[in-house]
């Protein structure tokens, strides 16, 4: 009877569920179910790659029920985060048993993923325990979503080390955040760009969606101020010492004007320069710009 089965299944929503290709129609796949409840699963809430044929068992979970006329009609979805965090559940018994927590999913359905994690116990490492050895565990998420990648992060509370996580595999310098536009300037070398970025954008994008941050990537030495005339710094090797170039050229900083862009703090942080010597040098940099 109707109600039954809308609340039977109202209940059920966001868990996973396993149903069998009845029909493929070009906009929709019609699923049965044991008792015989047909259920829908749209094109749009398909991974792109996916390719049913009658008869193949098909996971998902159930999205909504809706009432259509007087039979309910119920929606499956493949590409819904919670699915992704429920197959989690499924396949990583720690996150079964809770002692491992999904902190937050986002997804390229059959793209990229990426995934935060933690958990309560020190001795537990949420990563390895997800990934297994050589990825084994995850392998079974990662082939039922037509090979999405999924990356696995330790999720922090420390919004900086959450970026800077989340950007992975993209090493990055330092961050600028800025809490009340929720927006962060994210400082790269040059050779981090195009990994923090990602094939197709989905890197960003996808860091960005974890964080709830908007991501700006800035490339280190790029003029920042929009003023096209930078000069490397070798260029003052008469009034600064080679070794002090030298050390601003360990962290990436090879031009004056990507020297008086930082925060003197992060600047003594980052190379083995006294505050002095920087603002020495710091000075003698302004005076070639104010000229």
Known sequence: DNTNLYKQFKDIIGEIYTAEVHHVRPRVVILVDDEGNEIVLPKEKQIPSDFFRKGDNVRGIIESVELKGNKPQIIMSRTSDKFLEKLFEQEIPEVFDGLIMVKNVVRIPGEKAKVAVDSYDDRIDPVGACVGMKGS???????????????????????????????????????????ETKRAEVFLKLEEVSKAIGRGGHNIKLA??????????????????????????????????????????????????SILNQDVEDLVRRTDLEEETILDVIKILKEEFDN
């Open 137 to 179: 565990r995850i392998h079974g998420i990662v082939r039922e979503l037509g090979n999405e990648n999924i990356d696995v992060i330790n999720y922090t509370s420390n919004i900086q080390l959450y970026i800077t996580r989340a950007l992975s595999p993209a090493k990055v310098s330092s961050i600028k955040i800025n809490e």
């Open 208 to 257: 960005g969606l974890l964080t709830g941050y908007e991501l700006d990537v800035i490339r280190e030495g790029d003029a920042v101020s929009g003023e096209e005339d930078d000069i490397e710094l070798t260029e003052f090797s008469d009034e600064i010492e080679e070794w002090i170039i030298d050390e601003f050229a360990k962290i990436g900083l090879d031009t004056a004007r």
